[in-house]
C-alpha cells in the first residue's frame, strides 16, 4: 500500500512523539548518579541554610546542586563541593565521590586558583589603579596558569567517570554598569566584569578540550547583578565570606537554570 505524504507526515509525528516518550520512560526509570563538585559558587555560600555537618565548606541546602537533586530521578546524589575550593583541592579531596557509575557531573572551579578573594578584598579597601593592576595580574594568571590547572581536574574527573556527562558551569558578572551606585566605582566594577570575562572564556576552552558541557551562567545573571536594583547577589555582607556570591535566588533561578538545561542535553546526547 503507498501511503500519500500527508499520511508518512502524520506517521512520521506519531513515531517522534513515542520514541520521545520512550526516551523520557527509560530517562526517569533509570535515575540519575550524580555527583557536585566545586568551590563556593556550587557549594552555597551566600545562600544561607546551610548543612552542619558540612562544617566550613558552607553546603547550602539552597544551593543548585541539592535543587537540581530534589527534582529529578536520581539513583545517587553526592555533593561535595566546598568553599575556598580550587582545582587543586577540587582534585584531591572531592574525586573520591567519582566513580565508574557517575553519570552526571557538574562543577564551578577556578575563581579561586586566581585569587577571588584577595581580588575582591582589593578592589573594595584599595584604589581604582591598585584594582585594576591587582585584576590584571589575576587575568595573566588565568590566561598562563590556568589552563593547565584546568586540564590536569578535567582529566582526572574523566579518568574516575569515564561515562559521565560533565557540566562546567562558570561565573556571573558582579556588577550592572549604572551612572549611580552605591559603593564601588565604575572603573573597579568594569575591570571587575572584564575578570569574570576572562576566567569564563579560559574555562570554557578548557570544558571543550576535554569534551565537557559549558554553562554560562552571565546571561541568567544579566539584569541580576549587583547595582541592578534586582540582585541575585550579595555585596558586602555578614558574614564575610558570602559577600560576593549568589544569594539563594540566584541559585534558584541562576544557576539552576544554566544546569538544568546543559544537564538535559547532555544526558538525552548519552542515550
Given at each position: 500500500?503507498?501511503?500519500?505524504?500527508?499520511?508518512?507526515?502524520?506517521?512520521?509525528?506519531?513515531?517522534?512523539?513515542?520514541?520521545?516518550?520512550?526516551?523520557?520512560?527509560?530517562?526517569?526509570?533509570a535515575?540519575?548518579d550524580?555527583?557536585?563538585?566545586?568551590?563556593?559558587?556550587?557549594?552555597?555560600?551566600?545562600?544561607?541554610?546551610?548543612?552542619?555537618?558540612?562544617g566550613?565548606c558552607?553546603?547550602?541546602?539552597?544551593?543548585?546542586?541539592?535543587?537540581?537533586?530534589?527534582?529529578?530521578?536520581?539513583?545517587?546524589?553526592?555533593?561535595?563541593?566546598?568553599?575556598?575550593?580550587t582545582?587543586?583541592?577540587?582534585?584531591?579531596?572531592?574525586l573520591?565521590?567519582?566513580?565508574?557509575?557517575?553519570?552526571?557531573?557538574?562543577?564551578?572551579a577556578?575563581?579561586?586558583?586566581?585569587?577571588?578573594?584577595?581580588?575582591?578584598?582589593?578592589?573594595v579597601?584599595?584604589?581604582?589603579?591598585?584594582?585594576?593592576s591587582r585584576?590584571?595580574?589575576?587575568?595573566?594568571?588565568?590566561?598562563?596558569?590556568?589552563?593547565?590547572k584546568l586540564?590536569?581536574?578535567y582529566?582526572?574527573?574523566?579518568?574516575?567517570?569515564?561515562?559521565?556527562?560533565?557540566?562546567?558551569?562558570?561565573?556571573p558578572h558582579?556588577?550592572?554598569?549604572?551612572?549611580?551606585?552605591?559603593?564601588?566605582?565604575?572603573?573597579?566594577?568594569?575591570a571587575?566584569?572584564?575578570a569574570?570575562?576572562?576566567?569564563?572564556?579560559?574555562?570554557?576552552?578548557?570544558?571543550?578540550?576535554?569534551?565537557?558541557?559549558?554553562?554560562?551562567?552571565?546571561?541568567?545573571?544579566t539584569?541580576?547583578?549587583?547595582?541592578?536594583?534586582?540582585?541575585?547577589l550579595?555585596?558586602?555582607?555578614?558574614p564575610?565570606?558570602?559577600?560576593?556570591?549568589p544569594?539563594?535566588?540566584g541559585?534558584?533561578?541562576?544557576?539552576?537554570?544554566?544546569?538544568?538545561?546543559?544537564?538535559?542535553?547532555?544526558?538525552?546526547?548519552?542515550?
Open positions: 500500500m503507498r501511503l500519500t505524504r500527508p499520511c508518512l507526515a502524520a506517521l512520521g509525528a506519531v513515531t517522534l512523539a513515542a520514541t520521545s516518550l520512550l526516551w523520557s520512560t527509560t530517562a526517569s526509570a535515575g540519575t550524580y555527583v557536585a563538585l566545586g568551590d563556593s559558587y556550587s557549594s552555597g555560600t551566600g545562600a544561607g541554610s546551610y548543612d552542619s555537618g558540612s566550613s558552607n553546603r547550602s541546602a539552597n544551593a543548585y546542586p541539592n535543587l537540581w537533586a530534589a527534582a529529578h530521578s536520581t539513583n545517587s546524589f553526592k555533593f561535595v563541593a566546598c568553599s575556598g575550593a582545582t587543586t583541592t577540587v582534585a584531591s579531596g572531592q573520591d565521590a567519582l566513580s565508574s557509575s557517575t553519570t552526571l557531573v557538574s562543577i564551578t577556578g575563581g579561586n586558583d586566581a585569587g577571588f578573594s584577595d581580588v575582591m578584598e582589593t578592589c579597601l584599595s584604589s581604582a589603579s591598585t584594582c585594576q585584576v590584571a595580574e589575576a587575568q595573566s594568571y588565568m590566561e598562563n596558569t590556568l589552563p593547565g586540564d590536569s581536574l582529566g582526572k574527573i574523566r579518568a574516575k567517570s569515564p561515562s559521565a556527562r560533565v557540566v562546567v558551569l562558570g561565573y558582579l556588577y550592572k554598569i549604572v551612572s549611580v551606585c552605591v559603593g564601588l566605582s565604575n572603573a573597579k566594577r568594569t571587575l566584569n572584564g569574570a570575562d576572562t576566567l569564563d572564556g579560559v574555562i570554557a576552552k578548557a570544558a571543550g578540550r576535554a569534551g565537557f558541557t559549558w554553562s554560562d551562567v552571565r546571561d541568567e545573571f539584569g541580576h547583578e549587583l547595582c541592578s536594583g534586582d540582585g541575585w550579595n555585596a558586602v555582607t555578614i564575610i565570606e558570602s559577600s560576593y556570591h544569594t539563594a535566588l541559585h534558584r533561578l541562576g544557576y539552576l537554570p544554566a544546569l538544568t538545561g546543559s544537564a538535559s542535553l547532555a544526558l538525552q546526547n548519552q542515550t
